[in-house]
């Protein structure tokens, strides 16, 4: 570590209770779904303190629409606004993405919190509170490191370009319409949770919705109908073995320990209305994974012929085929090649502060990541301080010393990234990558 | 058929249109769960004009829950009367209960009716309407049987009893409340809809809920899961695999051209939450039937008893068992010897009006003739004018022929069961069984 570097490392460690305080005003403003704008006015509050240009504006649906991967059931965004804070680099340096959603998952059952789920409670080292982990602690990393080069007055050379966005939960059309909005970059970081490893893939998926026919009879005679409660389990054996063949296909030894790099969830089973009749439709919801490399067409594609095939293991499905849809959310896979820079900027900003190298790892979550991506050529590395098992759960929590390190470790990677144009020591430390 | 016979007969013919009349002001009465009583006032009209002791009781629930075989789920029987008619013999004949149940299922969707499923229209030969078929065809037909008695001045020897009850629909809690107040006889028949065959067994039935568990789990790792659906699949298949072995026991030769005597009908399921979820519950509902020679207490018991050796398919469920319930409606099985003498009463009569003898049948359904039968342990067979597949169904109908056929044949039948004390020829027609 240079000169420049230590003297932001060690801002950043002088000032972490500023990074608490921030991340338990963020915590407090209850941001679910359609409801994120006192949580935006906090990171606004934060922004201004800075010398950036600040951006923030509603959605537009309508123009949404038109995108192929929009995928979100809103139907405004009212009082749910972007925001993203351009800070211009000095020049000849690479341009850099930070990007966080401030949606938050709801709090679930409110009795299996110890500590109330919007107040965030310190304690042994930990923030409890929805949003902690996944992801307003990253987002609090985000707005630490930019704070911590301003106050060490490092100037970089490419732009660095601050996002929080909404509706990342229900699908990405925050990200996705700061993408229409023309923001890319050269490469983006997302601090979503991942203990401080470098998740270099994430997994996309999709929901389907399969429904399978039968024939209504009397429960007592039953043979003068067609069950489609039994004609479904030929269905969910036959996604069990499209499961099988498409995990099968994974070779990157990213997956090696992992049982299902691709999973076909079955979640939901709901047939028939009566006891004593038989069912004469069954339908089956569930989430397909979309390996790295895949687009979600091809997936689709894959899984309508699997059940097309279903009329050689059983007649009735050539006159009754299984019907399938896919609805609700969409999370569109990432990928970085593993010799980005991305990847090895990111590594040498960890080793500096760790002394040893970070583990990659692939996540089986998607991420905004996959928009950033694929609707707008940002190669994306995930990166946060959150616990990857806390998240969406009861008693979020976030580690301090993790949120503090990943403040540092993500001063480090922008100045890495970015290039110094001008620092407190004036050392030029760009790279090109 | 001696002088009497034909008197009697030909008074059904030539009364046809009181017969037609009867059933149109029965159907008119919407006589639904819950309120009979406007149904159960036109039968008491009627009964009036005979000479008969008429006991009107509202079943009384606090009585009924005492017994074993109750099972209904009403709270009280306020506007559901049920009613007893007693015509006492002259003594010396065997006694006989003529039981219908008054009340009807719903109409179901208005719109597949092509007549008002309440205003009985003739069209054809034929009477529309709920309940036409199910079963007020058969209690018009028992009740004209009464007057065509009454109107040939036929005494009989034994007593007969006339049941008009409720709540068979909902599991025969009217019929039981009439055991229990102490109506037993000789023997009895039930006009419930059988085309004019002879049905001398039925199949009973009980509903069951059986609950699966898993361990809930993101469907992105769905591995750290453990699914329902899938532990759900080995219910299902152990289920068709009890039902197999149930009826490969059953040898009887009136089952010989049935698919299955007694099937186990897998009615509904349900599991899951949350398409990206591992479902950690699956409820699966159904109706298992029950051979006429089994008790419902045996079969729950071979049925828990398999569900319980899952745990040898699985080791899941040694530690997370397939939980069992019964719930809603139950009905006992039937079951007649071979050389009853319900059985060769009810055929003379049969074969004195048309000539040759009728098909003996088994029902894939039950009635209240299982309540009569275990509980109040009078023989049953089952014989009606109705069309079993109008029954339950839009557009239910009777044929008005097969009605008056009935009329006629019953009003044979009491008088060869219960012997004929003094008729208009004074002729002795008893027969002791």
Known sequence: MDQLEKKVTEWAE???????????????????????????????EKLRQFDMDIDVWEPSIK??????????????????????????????????????????????????????????VEKDGKIYGRGSTDMKGGNTALLL???????????????????????????????????????????????????????????????????????????????????????????ITALKELEHVRNARIIDPLYRDVPIPVPINIGTVQGGTWPSSVADRVVIEGRCGIAPDETPEAVKEELTSWLKDLEYRDEWFKHHP??????????????LPDEHPLISALESSFEKMKGAKPIREASPWGTDGGLLHHAGQTPVIVFGPGEVKAAHQANEYIEVRALIDAVKIISLFMMEWCGVADGGDGADKGTEG
Chains 1, 2 share one sequence.
């Open 322 to 335: 299984a019907e399938i849809e896919w609805f609700g959310a969409q999370w569109l896979p990432n990928d």
């Open 14 to 44: 002088e000032n972490a209770a500023k990074a608490v305080s921030l991340l338990k005003r963020l915590i407090g403003e209850k941001s679910m779904f359609g409801n994120e704008f006192n949580a935006q006015a906090v990171v606004l």
């Open 145 to 235: 490191a930019l704070e911590a080069l301003e106050a060490c007055s490092v100037t970089l050379k490419g732009d660095v370009l601050f996002q929080s966005v909404v509706d990342e939960e229900c699908g990405g059309a925050g990200t996705l319409s700061a993408v229409m909005r023309g923001y890319k970059a050269d490469g983006a970081l997302i601090p979503e949770p991942t203990n401080l490893k470098l998740f270099v893939k994430q997994q996309g998926s999709m929901w389907f919705r399969i429904t399978v026919r039968g024939l209504s009879a009397h429960g007592g005679t039953r043979y003068e109908g067609v069950s489609a409660i039994e004609k479904s389990l030929h269905v």
């Open 63 to 120: 123009q949404l629409k038109e995108h192929p991967y929009f995928v979100s059931e809103r139907e405004d965004f009212h009082e749910s606004p972007n925001i993203t804070a351009v800070k211009k680099g000095a020049g000849g340096g690479r341009s850099l993405i930070l990007n966080g959603h401030i949606d938050v998952v709801p709090e679930g059952n409110p009795a299996a919190w110890t500590y109330e789920p919007f107040t965030a």
